[in-house]
Each structure stands twice: as structure tokens, then as C-alpha cells.
């Protein structure tokens, strides 16, 4: 018997079940790279593909079989696809959003001209230099919210440019994964039909993408209309937790649909968030999925990881210190250029650029599709990934000299064609150009008596109002009669970011939950340190709670009711009395 079958990793591995012992060793060790970048003030994206890459067959060898590892990946993807499609109104297009077209589709695909031009120059096949060129355009969401999120930049000219550049490329991603099958029959077949084949190779595209587009027509005529319909029966009679499983299997039934007409399964999930992007369920699904989807990308990023080869990345060294310094300061240099050609001032538009300067999760999704179609090889993918480790490693880097940088370009005039300075911004309308001295804003939470009853009042006082209810049927009467109304739970981040607690004035807590109004407390205080906070409380206990988690005013009902009674019994009293007195 071997001497180390009696080690306790040996008996771990073969009493534990494999997938379990891999998801082990890849979320302890990615916790404890992810310390170490953080304390490097890096992002913890490049801490699980270096994790992937050091237990890989390729490295340690300590997770041999990734197939399983990689299964989780895919769905996170699918979910990742799907609540993109959740934040994507459709109604915004029409309300100015296409105008940002101009900053993110042109610098985008500037982008990926330039990138497919060094491809070529390369010696990389075209199929092959279309693919990796359009995937590196995409820049990481993940580390763009991050880096505004953290410096409170959400709501700057930078953000919402940023924001808005983001959502095109997400857009464009989608369309990429579209094409990849037809760019997989010229890498395979070539671009002329075999003598062999009996149909023409541009047949056989033309028959498959007329199939698939019309598969795809079908199912979003039907999903149009059965999906909210869906949806808002199980909000009815069910709960919270049923309202995920039923957007879950949307999405997974979407996926599956769009790969079996010839698309991918991300470009299904992506529609089926569409669908539902116009139903006031969008944001609470949107925070629901967000920490499962996130669990789901560190599985991802390990997974991509597993796949980098650093043998098959070290012959073309050269070529990865090309790409990602391409990557870093070329699409830095394009947004920013791009940015201040379409009216966004010269400061903003060199941050945006530096924020962007990246490679990110969906050019790995691209490239992981590539290279499973044989669009991409091996060594190939595995340079793709090392490009996407090291710019994701520079990026963060960048932030400090990019604020000095735009400190010293403000006075920069904006270009002579452009005659009045305007900023894109994207936002959850799309309106372009952002507002000074907007009417006072309040957040109602719960739209009861006591709720509508404020609301009355507040309105007409000239106050804006943005009712947040987790009762369907009130949402859809107020939606009904005008009122801007957000179905969710006001606990969730996703939720109150939608409803826009990071520009309102206050927020009112009138839910009869004491647990729920606590919560919510804490959470609206680490959004919008500055709100104004008044709560509903149905004990003193309560109302001590709701102010340490930040709460300005807490009504506390057995109080408000003590006070209420005493004026009304007492004023009864008085007339009884006095008219008793009267009579004798």
C-alpha cells in the first residue's frame, strides 16, 4: 500500500465527492488570494483566475477534472446574461439612450479595428482575430462599479458615461456571441464549401440563420406577453422566493431554447431578461439573483483559470505584453478620445477611459465560446486569459494618475462641433443631459394607509414621490394611475438603487414590519450616508434599533396611538361634559 494513502488529503479525496472537494480547494484558496489582493488594493476578479490557474491540471494538478467546475461557471453566465437583460428598459431607448451609441459603440468597435489590425500583424488566422478582438472591446462592468462605487462616483459625469458605455458593450457582447457560429463554419470548413459537402457552405448559413432568427422571433412574440402574465401570477399567490424560482427556470428555459435553433444559451437568457425588463418585477429580481450570480462568477473565474496553460502562454510572452498594454492604454486612450469628440468634458472623459481600460468577464465568456466552437486554439485562449489577468491587475492602478491627469485637462475646451457641452448620461430613464435644480424627491416604502395618506400631502406640496411595494396588486393600480412605483423589497440594495436613494431627499419607512424597517435602516444609511430617514415603529425597542442603524425619525405607534387617543377622548370628554353641564 502506497505511504501516502494514509495522508489525510488522500482519504479527503476519496471519501468526499469530487465536485465537493474542488469547490473546497477553490473557494478556500480564492479566499485567501483575494485577502492578499485586497490588502494590494487589486480587485479580487484577477484573485480567482490566479487561484484557477495555480490548482489546474496545468500547475499544481490539485483539480484535475474540470468539467464539473465548469458547469457552474456556465450558469453563472446565464445568469450574469440574464440580469443584464434585466436592467436594459426597452422604453429607454426611446427616451435618448441610443445617443450614447456614439461614445460606446464607436469607441468599442474603434477598439476592436485596432486590436484586429495587431492580430493580423500577429499571423493569427482572421476568424480567430475577429473573435479575440471583438471579445477584448468588452470591458469589465464588475471592476467599473466597483472602482465608482467606492469612490461615490456613481452619479458623475464619469459614472454615468461609464455606465452608459458598459450597457452598449453588454449589448454588443450579446451580438458577438450571435456571430460566432458562422465564424466557427470558416475557421473549420474555410470560406468556401467543401467539395464533399453536398450544400453550399453559404446555404447552410443562410438556412441555419434563418432558422434561428425565426425560433428566436417566436419565442420572444410569445414571451412577450406569457412571461409578465406568468410572473404577475406567482407575485399574486405566491412569495419572494417562488418569484426567483420562476425567473430562474424563465431564464434556464430561454437558454435552452436559443442553443437548440443554433444561438448560444447566454444570447437566450440576455432575451428573457429583456422580456422582463419591462415589468415592474425587474428590480427585485435583479437584487435577488445579484448574490447567487455573484457566488456563481468567482466559480467562473476559478474555472476560466483551470484552463490557463502558462506552458503554452510562455513561446508567446511577447504577444501577451503586446495585448495587454494594447488592451490597458489603447481602449483608454480610444474612450477617452471617443468621449470628449462626443461632448463629454476632457476630465471626465479621460477617468472614464481609465476606468474602462480593461478586459473582463465577458471576454473571457466570449473566448471560453470560441474556443469551444474550435474558433480559437488552445494557445490562443490561454494568451486571451493572461491578457484579461494582467489588465485586470494594471486597471485599479490607473485610478490615482488618471485623477491627476484630469485634474490638469478641465480647462480643455470640448471640440469646435460642438457648440453647447453636454455629458451622456445613463441613467435609469437614458436622458442625456443631466438636470440642475430638480424638484425635491421622496422614497415612500409601503403604500398602506399611513403611506398614501403621506403621499397625499407630499404631492401637494410639489414633492416628487417614488413608491417602493411588494404587494403586485398595488403596483399595478399606482402604475395604472401614473405614479412611479418600484415593486421589491426596500431591504434590498438592488432595489433602492433602482428607486434612486442615492439622488432622493428622504426616505419614509411605513411598513408595519419592525424587523424589515430596521434592515432597511442600516442599508438605505450605507447607500446614502446623507438621506433623511423616517421609520415606523410598532414598539420603543424598535424605534432604539431603527436609530442605531441610522434612522433621523422613528414614529413609534404605541406611542403615536397613546398621544392620538388621549386628544380624541379628551376633546369627546369636553363636549359630553359641557353639554351635560349645559342641560343641568
Not at 418569484?243 to 447566454?266: D, H, K, P, Q, R
Not at 489577468?389 to 480647462?411: G, K
Amino acid at each position: 500500500m502506497p505511504t501516502h494513502a494514509c495522508t489525510p488529503l488522500f482519504i479527503l479525496a476519496n471519501a468526499a465527492p469530487p465536485i465537493a472537494l474542488g469547490l473546497l480547494l477553490l473557494m478556500g484558496v480564492s479566499v485567501g488570494m483575494g485577502l492578499l489582493l485586497r490588502r494590494l488594493r487589486l480587485d479580487l476578479i484577477p484573485a480567482y483566475l490566479l487561484t484557477g490557474a495555480l490548482l489546474g491540471p496545468h500547475a499544481l494538478g490539485l483539480i484535475p477534472r474540470t468539467q464539473e467546475v465548469s458547469e457552474f461557471g456556465n450558469l453563472a453566465t446565464i445568469l450574469l446574461m440574464f440580469g443584464i437583460g434585466l436592467h436594459l428598459d426597452p422604453n429607454s431607448f426611446k427616451k435618448g439612450l441610443v445617443s450614447i451609441l456614439v461614445v460606446g459603440g464607436g469607441a468599442t468597435l474603434a477598439f476592436a479595428a485596432f486590436a484586429f489590425l495587431i492580430m493580423r500583424a500577429c499571423g493569427v488566422p482572421w476568424p480567430a482575430a475577429v473573435a479575440i478582438s471583438l471579445a477584448s472591446s468588452i470591458s469589465s462592468t464588475a471592476v467599473f462599479v466597483r472602482i465608482i462605487t467606492s469612490r461615490r462616483e456613481v452619479r458623475t459625469t464619469q459614472g454615468r458615461v461609464g455606465l452608459g458605455v458598459s450597457i452598449v458593450q453588454d449589448i454588443i457582447s450579446v451580438v458577438v456571441m450571435a456571430i460566432l457560429p458562422p465564424l466557427a463554419h470558416f475557421a473549420n470548413s474555410g470560406a468556401a464549401s467543401s467539395g464533399s459537402e453536398q450544400t453550399p457552405l453559404w446555404l447552410s448559413l443562410v438556412t441555419g440563420g434563418a432558422v434561428g432568427i425565426g425560433g428566436v422571433t417566436l419565442m420572444l412574440a410569445a414571451g412577450r406577453f406569457a412571461l409578465p402574465w406568468a410572473l404577475a401570477r406567482v407575485a399574486k399567490f405566491g412569495t419572494p422566493e417562488l418569484l426567483l424560482v420562476a425567473a430562474t427556470a424563465i431564464a434556464l428555459g430561454a437558454a435552452v431554447i436559443t442553443s437548440l435553433v443554433g444561438f448560444s444559451v447566454e444570447m437566450g437568457a440576455f432575451l428573457a431578461g429583456l422580456l422582463l425588463a419591462g415589468t415592474p418585477f425587474r428590480y427585485q429580481l435583479s437584487g435577488q439573483i445579484a448574490p447567487m450570480r455573484d457566488l456563481l462568477l468567482a466559480v467562473f473565474f476559478t474555472a476560466v483559470g483551470l484552463r490557463l496553460n502558462l506552458a503554452e502562454v510562455g513561446p508567446q510572452w511577447w504577444m501577451v505584453l503586446i495585448g495587454a498594454a494594447a488592451v490597458t492604454l489603447g481602449k483608454a486612450a480610444i474612450l477617452a478620445v471617443t468621449g470628449w469628440a462626443a461632448g463629454v468634458p476632457a476630465s471626465a472623459s479621460v477617468l472614464t477611459g481609465a476606468y474602462l481600460g480593461n478586459a473582463g468577464e465577458f471576454t473571457l465568456v466570449i473566448v471560453g465560446a470560441a474556443a469551444a466552437k474550435g474558433v480559437v486554439s488552445g494557445a490562443e485562449s490561454s494568451g486571451c486569459i493572461a491578457v484579461v489577468v494582467i489588465s485586470l491587475l494594471i486597471c485599479p492602478m490607473l485610478v490615482a494618475p488618471a485623477h491627476r491627469l484630469s485634474s490638469r485637462m478641465q480647462q480643455i475646451p470640448p471640440p469646435r462641433w460642438i457648440r453647447k457641452r453636454v455629458a451622456p448620461v445613463a441613467g435609469a430613464g437614458g436622458n442625456i443631459a443631466a438636470t440642475e435644480g430638480s424638484t425635491r424627491r421622496v422614497i415612500i416604502a409601503g403604500y398602506g394607509p399611513v403611506g398614501r395618506a403621506l403621499a397625499e400631502d407630499l404631492l401637494a406640496s410639489g414633492v416628487l414621490i417614488t413608491v417602493v411595494e411588494l404587494n403586485p396588486r398595488t403596483v399595478e393600480r399606482q402604475t395604472r394611475l401614473g405614479r412611479t412605483v418600484v415593486y421589491g423589497d426596500i431591504t434590498n440594495p438592488e432595489v433602492l438603487d433602482s428607486a434612486g436613494v442615492r439622488d432622493a431627499d428622504a426616505v419614509v419607512l411605513t411598513i408595519p414590519d419592525d424587523e424589515t424597517t430596521v434592515r432597511a435602516c442600516g442599508t438605505i444609511r450605507t447607500l446614502a450616508p446623507d438621506i433623511f430617514i423616517a421609520a415606523r415603529a410598532g414598539f420603543l425597542s424598535s424605534m432604539l434599533a431603527a436609530k442605531a442603524q441610522g434612522a433621523d425619525c422613528v414614529i413609534v405607534e404605541e406611542i403615536a396611538t397613546a398621544q392620538a387617543m388621549k386628544r380624541e377622548v379628551m376633546e369627546r370628554l369636553r363636549e359630553r361634559f359641557g353639554n351635560a353641564a349645559a342641560t343641568e
